[in-house]
Antibody
Framework: EVQLVESGGGLVQPGGSLRLSCAAS????????MSWVRQAPGKGLEWVAN????????YYLDSVKGRFTISRDNAKNSLYLLMNTLRADDTAVYFC??????????????WGQGTLVTVSS | SYVLTQPPSMSVAPGETATITCGGI??????VHWYQQKPGQAPVLVVY???ARPSGIPERFSGSNSGNTATLAISRVKAGDEADYYC?????????????FGGGTKLTVL
């Protein structure tokens, strides 16, 4: 059974940093691209960042470029999101999501339950 | 940048068919995917590549995509279908990777 379990969320002050983790199990993690998707309270879904299987390609939402860094450790079956210079509008539930291996498009076939990040003084 | 437009809400009686639209310029040329999200839960993929259903998703869920509108249809609606529904595409025109979601449609079962 595919499982994605996020951790690392919490309350942080504006300008602070936080590192999210996603532990994957039930599939061969190293063969899948992965993404982080967030959802602000009462709002819709917003894709944040993506990383390819071997970490050679990474992409970011424009508003987080230069502040967030996505990474992975295939030996530990783990995905990470390092968030620096956090702002109030980064407040959201952050989901870890597995990308389907479909090479012609991108969609997410499994999601974690999410971890809440609150940026507030 | 590319924009996906969904109606914020809609309501349907049990047993009827709910039709949720997702508008975008020439969206028929893209692959559209749909997610269901119930309160406090993670999204669940219900339709991918316009019309395909993941294993475990009932045949009551179907998709179509043509021109400037993609559609998710839920036939014989049940109370358990009440949720937010999001469409999603990959905008491959840019050198940057753009994964886009529609604003979501809240489906209420009367």
């Amino acid at each position: 059974e595919v499982q994605l379990v996020e951790s690392g969320g919490g309350l942080v002050q504006p300008g602070g940093s936080l590192r999210l983790s996603c532990a994957a199990s039930g599939f061969t993690f190293s063969t899948y691209s992965m993404s982080w998707v967030r959802q602000a309270p009462g709002k819709g879904l917003e894709w944040v960042a993506n990383i390819k299987q071997d970490e050679n390609e990474k992409y970011y939402l424009d508003s987080v470029k230069g502040r967030f860094t996505i990474s992975r450790d295939n030996a530990k079956n783990s995905l990470y999101l390092l968030m620096n210079t956090l702002r109030a509008d980064d407040t959201a539930v952050y989901f870890c999501a597995r990308e389907s291996p479909d090479m012609a498009t991108i969609f997410f076939d499994y999601w974690g339950q999410g971890t809440l990040v609150t940026v507030s003084s | 940048s590319y924009v996906l437009t969904q109606p914020p809400s809609m309501s349907v009686a049990p047993g009827e068919t709910a039709t949720i639209t997702c508008g975008g310029i020439n969206i028929g040329s893209k692959s559209v995917h749909w997610y269901q999200q119930k309160p406090g839960q993670a999204p669940v993929l219900v339709v991918y590549d316009d019309t395909a259903r993941p294993s475990g998703i009932p045949e009551r869920f179907s998709g179509s995509n043509s021109g400037n509108t993609a559609t998710l249809a839920i036939s014989r609606v049940k109370a358990g279908d009440e949720a937010d529904y999001y469409c999603q595409v990959w905008d491959s025109r840019s050198v940057h990777l753009h994964v886009l979601f529609g604003g979501g449609t809240k489906l209420t079962v009367l």
